[in-house]
């Protein structure tokens, strides 16, 4: 069974590679939507538990 992680992680990072050369523009917008979407989830969770901890 690791070797099956194994191989998925080494075609998902050559892929990355290949991505990142082939088409650096539309890579770097990717990298953007996915650091937004961290950012907006944590933004989300720290808006959850300041209404949790401002309960009157």
Request: net charge neutral; hydrophobic share 55%; no cysteine.
């Amino acid at each position: 069974m690791k070797w099956i992680l194994r191989i998925a992680v080494t075609l998902a990072v050559v892929f990355g590679l290949f991505f990142l050369i082939t088409r650096p523009e539309d890579a770097a917008s990717a990298i953007q939507g996915l650091v937004g979407g961290i950012v907006g989830v944590g933004d989300s969770v720290g808006r959850f538990f300041s209404s949790l901890a401002s309960v009157e």
